[in-house]
């Protein structure tokens, strides 16, 4: 603590004395899921997919030090995955990975970097003909100058007895 009187120089200086907190490691959350359900259920894609992402963005998230516990690429895809598919918080994911909600950010940020960088160039490809589909887009909902959509709605309901498989969620099935 800083101490504004104005006492003796030896009196000021044990004032002053800064203490710094200890940092504090947390264990780090089990990526070793025993069934394929359960990896499905916290990261919302299966693992042979994460696998695909971590070996094409992994390169850019490796850390090239051993200070400080550095997250794996793995973990960082994992804790990305996770805070993109659930929409918690950034404290509440860190206190679940076992890491502190600025890391949580910048691994966030990393990430989604990444993907944009590598991924998205290669995955993500706009129509040849986009007249073609504009007309269309049109022809179907009369809004002007759209050239695609994306489906991310998921809403957990429950199904009807009556055509079941049009309302069940396929986010899990490719």
């Not at 907190?21 to 299966?46: K, T």
Request: charged letters at 20%; a positive charge; one cysteine or more.
């Amino acid at each position: 603590m800083w101490s504004s009187s104005s006492s003796s120089s030896s009196d000021s200086d044990d004032e002053n004395i800064i203490i710094r907190r200890r940092r504090i490691f947390r264990p780090r959350i089990n990526n070793n899921f025993m069934a394929e359900y359960e990896f499905n259920e916290r990261f919302r894609m299966n693992s042979v997919k994460l696998e695909y992402i971590v070996s094409s963005i992994g390169h850019l998230l490796v850390h090239h030090t051993n200070r400080n516990h550095a997250l794996s690429p793995i973990q960082q895809v994992n804790l990305c995955l996770h805070f993109l598919g659930s929409g918690t918080q950034y404290h509440s994911i860190g206190d679940m990975h076992g890491v502190s909600k600025a890391t949580v950010c910048r691994v966030v940020r990393n990430v989604t970097k990444a993907i944009n960088e590598v991924l998205f160039p290669q995955l993500v490809r706009f129509p040849n003909d986009l007249v073609t589909v504009v007309q269309h887009f049109h022809s179907i909902a009369s809004i002007p100058l759209v050239v695609g959509c994306v489906d991310g709605t998921l809403i957990k309901i429950d199904a009807p007895s009556i055509n079941e498989p049009v309302f069940v969620c396929t986010y899990n099935r490719d």
